[in-house]
């Protein structure tokens, strides 16, 4: 089902300066669109705005449904939280057959878990699980009633390395086919679910697109070096006049070329997984690339910078 959604809205804390949101997004029927962008940008209070949690000015639709001034409980959403969001005196399978008692078209409680790889949960209580336990749990129990989308805020975002690609691997999954919002800031985790990712900064959305598109060819330099991207100014490349910064990922960043942009000296080699890390100072700016057998710290290489791989970036 369709959701749109146009929010207006200035947010005060206590000893805090006012945070406006001004932000717009629309997600297509089994679409997942994930909002992207770092701690403060916005993206919770956007989706927690669309979610009910906040009044607010503009309009939220799902479907041919205008449900800007329903409350909470009669959006037909599922809400997966950051901190689960689970009871704990209740067992794992009375969580997720939790919304039995409001709606009346429910999935079942033991195939969700079964499907989500915790069916040997059933019985136990919350407090006993583990961080990816219980995201399982929460998401089996958001997933029972059928919702007509699920928002998700950072539901990742606190567990470790290994339990976190597992859960994304089984998010994807779940995922299909359900109109999703999905909350991070993490961009390896946007670019494994998103349909489409929508960028946040100061309240505001700046740049959406497929996930090739903002990370290949970010819009701005903020958004470039939010996905990881390394900014160079535009004049050491022949991109015209008007260009002022581009972009270029890390990837694609070629050490000892046969036709080398120029040289630049190795500052640090850091291992990722299977391949280094390489940070490079090429006269004075910073870039970086990856290498399997990286040149030792200091040494000074060729670095070649691929045409077709560069992006022009707008002013901001």
């Known amino acids: 089902m369709m959701l749109s959604a146009a929010v207006r809205k200035q947010f005060t804390a206590e000893g805090a300066e006012p945070f406006d949101v001004d932000a717009g997004i629309e997600v297509a029927d089994g679409e997942t669109l994930v909002i992207l962008g770092p701690s403060g940008s916005g993206k ?17 639709q799902l479907g041919d ?33 939790f919304g039995e008692r409001y709606y009346d078209d429910t999935r079942d ?8 790889g915790v069916a040997h949960l059933t019985e136990r ?41 597992s859960l994304r691997d089984d998010l994807a999954d779940a ?12 961009r390896t985790t946007a670019r494994a679910l998103a349909d489409r990712i929508a960028v946040m900064r100061d309240g505001e959305v700046v740049q959406t697109g497929d996930p090739e598109t903002i990370f290949g060819s970010p819009a701005t330099p903020y958004v470039a070096r939010f996905v990881g991207a390394n900014v160079l100014p535009a004049e050491r490349f022949d991109r ?9 990922r890390p990837e694609h960043v070629v050490l000892d070329p046969t036709d080398p942009d120029g040289r630049a000296t190795v500052e640090r080699a850091t291992r990722e997984d299977a391949a280094f890390r390489v940070v490079l100072d090429w006269d004075g700016e ?23 791989s560069l992006a022009d970036l707008r002013r901001e």
């Open 44 to 60: 919770t209070l956007l989706l927690e705005s669309i979610a009910g949690f906040h009044d607010h000015e503009g309009h939220v």
């Open 65 to 97: 449904r205008d449900i800007t001034d329903a409350p909470p409980e009669e959006r037909e959403f599922g809400f997966v939280f950051q901190d689960y969001g689970l009871f704990p005196h209740m067992t794992v399978r009375e969580n997720v057959a």
């Open 125 to 165: 209580s919350p407090p006993t699980l583990s961080g990816g336990e219980s995201q399982r749990v929460a998401l089996a129990r958001s997933l029972a009633v059928r919702p007509d989308a699920l928002l998700l805020d950072e539901p990742l975002s606190a567990l470790d390395v290994p339990t976190r690609q």
């Open 286 to 308: 910073h870039v970086e690339t990856f290498a399997d057998d990286p040149p030792a710290v200091g040494a000074s290489v060729g670095v070649g910078f691929p045409a077709e």
């Open 175 to 186: 995922l299909a086919g359900v109109t999703s919002v999905y909350v991070t800031h993490n």
């Open 240 to 248: 015209g006049a008007d260009v002022a910064r581009v972009a270029i």
């Open 109 to 116: 409680p033991d195939e969700l878990l079964e499907s989500l």
